[in-house]
């Protein structure tokens, strides 16, 4: 009798242990299984904090939104993205340091941070590299912007694409620029960017490196004159508050680049992977197009709202690259003359 039920306890524990361990191993999404890998049971529960240095309202929030409803709709509500906003979570040096410690999956910081970490990412801040929109998309999603992608894995980083911050412009306190003469003695807020640093002393301008949170309150102390940002940015950070005066100088194009954290990354299947890869590139065509929209639109509003809005004439912005040549030489030995060269040659094939 001990025996029989002895059997009927063995018969009863075994099927109960093959099932557990099957549940067990498909419920990985990293598991390397084959039978695994391309169905939706790759595909694990997961929060992601997505987090960037500004407003909701701005192109970049509004791009970050769209990329989680493409996650969510691509995955089955399985990978829920969880946008934080307006430096919540930090700058953008905080939180791309917070990506490679695991802290954090994702953050779309310019590149101009990168830099520090990547000194190729400085070919993006040359002063009138990029004479329109078209042009900087046509390298950013070329051979060049692969480039300097590939260099990220080795730093903790996976980077997914480009989106855009935009043409950067002037506004100050104090009078319009229209000329090269007029940045003379004007401070300015810049990122803490070599490039931008020395160009801005070669005009004859006084460049104060600050925080981003910080600027607002600077430009309504008068610690600094004016700074300098897309006009998407200038706008959403209500910076005519402060401000009288806005030159459409152009004077450089800032790209965001997409990043997530490596750890993160390589925890994912490969279904997960390409969610987040595909969303990544179709919110961030959404995104390009908003940006340029929104150019358009916030000079209008910026007027309305009571800025002197002036144009550059192209001769002016000649006059200013010419001026500042010798720091974009410079920089060009030290970012790769091969780099550059071939940065150089991309856009000549677009402007033909």
């Known amino acids: 009798m001990k025996n029989w039920i002895k059997k009927i306890g063995v018969g009863l524990i075994l099927p109960s242990m093959l099932l557990l361990s099957a549940c067990g191993s498909s419920s990985t999404g990293g598991s390397t299984n084959g039978e695994n890998k391309g169905k939706s049971s790759s595909i694990q529960e997961r929060t992601i904090k997505a987090g960037i240095g500004l407003n909701e309202d701005h192109p970049e929030g509004l791009g970050l939104k769209k990329f989680a409803e493409i996650v969510s709709e691509k995955s089955g509500g399985k990978l829920k993205v969880k946008p934080f906003y307006a430096a919540t979570l930090g700058d953008d040096q905080k939180m791309t340091e917070a990506l490679q410690g695991g802290m954090q999956e994702i953050t779309i910081p310019s590149t101009s941070p990168l830099v520090g970490m990547i000194k190729e990412y400085g070919i993006f801040d040359f002063p009138f590299l990029f004479n329109n929109g078209e042009e900087a998309d046509a390298v950013l999603d070329g051979p060049v912007g692969q480039k300097l992608l590939d260099k990220l894995p080795e730093h903790g980083l996976i980077g997914l694409g480009y989106w855009e911050n935009g043409f950067r412009q002037l506004t100050n306190s104090k009078h319009p620029v229209e000329t090269a003469e007029d940045f003379k003695g004007l401070k300015v807020r810049t990122m803490q960017n070599e ?42 950070n209500k910076f005519n508050e402060v401000q009288d005066y806005l030159s459409l100088t152009k004077h450089v194009y800032t790209p965001f680049v997409f990043l997530v954290s490596k750890k993160f990354w390589d925890g994912l299947s490969e279904e997960e992977q390409k969610i987040l890869k595909d969303a990544a590139i179709e919110a961030g065509k959404y995104q390009r197009q908003l940006s340029r929209e929104e150019d358009k639109k916030a000079v209008e509003d910026l007027k309305a709202a009571g800025m002197k809005v002036n144009e550059v004439s192209d001769e002016e912005k000649a006059k200013m690259k010419e001026i500042i040549a010798p720091v974009t030489e410079k920089f060009a030995e030290k970012f790769g003359k091969d780099l550059v060269d071939e940065l150089n040659a991309e856009i000549d094939k677009v402007r033909k």
């Open 195 to 236: 490039v931008h640093l020395a160009a801005f002393k070669e005009l004859g301008a006084n460049p104060t490196p600050m925080a981003f949170s910080e600027v607002f309150t600077a430009l309504e102390s008068k610690t600094v004159d004016g700074q300098e940002n897309p006009l998407a940015t200038i706008k959403s």
